[in-house]
Each structure stands twice: as C-alpha cells, then as structure tokens.
C-alpha cells in the first residue's frame, strides 16, 4: 500500500474535518492527540523500524540498543540463522551461571551465541557471551516513534493509517469532554485497535486484546453451558437404577 508524506499542519486539520463541530482542543493539544495515537500504533504494529550493527565485547553478556531503537525483533550475525528468543528468568533457570558462560569454554556451551533475551527497552543478553569480541550482531529492531513538532513536520502514513490515527486520536482527546462525547468516541478507538490487529496476529492471540477490540462480543453474549454437578449424577444415576 502507497505512502504519503502528511504534515503535522495537514493532520490538525483533517481532525477537525473528522470532528464536524466546533474544535475543543487547542493546536498544542491536538498535537499531543496526534503523537500519542502515533506511539500507540508503533507499540501495538512495530510500524517504524531501523537495522543496526552493533559489535560484541569480549566475554560480555549483556548488549546495549542505540537511544534510536526501543525493542529487538530479530538478532543474527553473518549469515547464521537468527538467535533464538528467551527470556532472563529461563536462562537462569535452565542454565545456572549462564552470564559467565563464553563461546570459548567447551563442553556443552556453544562455540556461538545461540539465544538472546530481553532485559530492557534498549539492552538484551546473549548466551553464551562472546569471549573475542567483536562479533557483529545485526539488530532488527522497531525503533522510538517519529516527533511532530513543527507544522512542516512529516510523517509517511497509508491512507489506511490515516484514517485509523486520526479517529484514536479523536478518542484520546475526548477524555478531556468525558461523558456521551467519549461514549460515542470509543467506536474509533475500536477501529484502530482492530486495524493493530491486522498488522500484528500476535495481537488477535491475545484474549485481553480480543476483549478490550470487542472481537469476542459474541462469545461474551452466548450463555455458558452448565455442567451438572458430581452429586446430580450420582443422584440420578441411582434413580436410574
């Protein structure tokens, strides 16, 4: 889908056409509408994205991000097959001593980092660690959400996105009214939560999304079948005979 570059002025705008009444924010709030939903959207999809090299020090587990990336998607180096996820709490719990294991100790620990896990929104470890340093790990990683500041500022958007970022943030702006004005908002809210869910079916997976998205409406509205107890069988069971 095609890309348009939209300015921070265009995008003001085009709020209040969605409005169709009388503005109630001011241009400084109504920019904080826009960069909000912005970063709602680079959480829920991963929108915005960046590769970065970043070398190994030697014998050292632990690998910053740049200040530009906020989570690692994909980690590899060279042409070797992308490390597997873990976290913090199954490395210690799987492999004991683990942040002192280096790719030189033999045995049963690779000769390779073999696993990453998160520790943070800009730092993650790898298993085991390199002990010459200088291995190029390339980051996949989705990166901070572009700014507006300035009315001249652009940001490239699918007809789609815009669409979608404008109505969340009308939602969020209407916490400021409250009452009927966000009850009536909330539809928006769905819609962009609906179109996250396009762009990330980990996100479908989720049952407190699926709720919070009403994609589980009709379940909630369908009666839950009730099992007879322990004691009604056994009751009817002896009637029975």
């Known amino acids: 889908m095609p890309h348009t570059a939209v300015s921070l002025a265009t995008l003001r705008q085009d709020l209040q056409d969605r409005w169709e009444s009388q503005a109630y924010w001011t241009d400084i709030e109504a920019r904080y509408y826009l960069n909000q ?32 990336l906020v989570y690692p998607v994909t980690i590899r180096f060279q042409d070797e097959p992308a490390l597997r996820r873990s976290s ?102 769905q819609a962009f939560l609906l179109a996250a869910a396009d762009q990330n079916d980990r996100l479908r997976a989720s049952t407190f999304f699926r709720k919070a998205a009403g994609l589980d409406t009709e379940r909630d509205e369908r009666p839950l079948r009730r099992f007879p107890r322990t004691t009604t069988i056994v009751a009817a069971r002896a009637r029975a005979g």
């Open 88 to 189: 913090i709490s199954d490395l210690s719990a799987a492999k004991v001593g683990w942040q002192g294991h280096i790719t030189t100790d033999g045995g049963e620990i690779p000769t390779t980092p073999r696993l990453w896990a998160p520790a943070g929104l800009n730092l993650f470890a790898i298993w085991p660690a390199d002990a010459v340093g200088g291995l190029p790990l390339v980051v996949d990683s989705v990166r901070q959400t572009p700014v507006l500041v300035n009315d001249v500022d652009t940001i490239d958007l699918t007809e789609a996105e815009h669409h979608v970022l404008l109505g969340e943030a009308l939602f969020i702006g209407a916490f400021k009214l409250g009452g009927t004005r966000l009850q009536a908002a909330t539809a928006f809210h």
């Open 37 to 68: 939903a912005l970063r709602w959207w680079n959480l829920m999809t991963g929108r915005w994205k960046k590769r970065e090299i970043i070398n190994t020090v030697a014998s050292d587990p632990w690998v910053p991000l740049s200040s530009t």
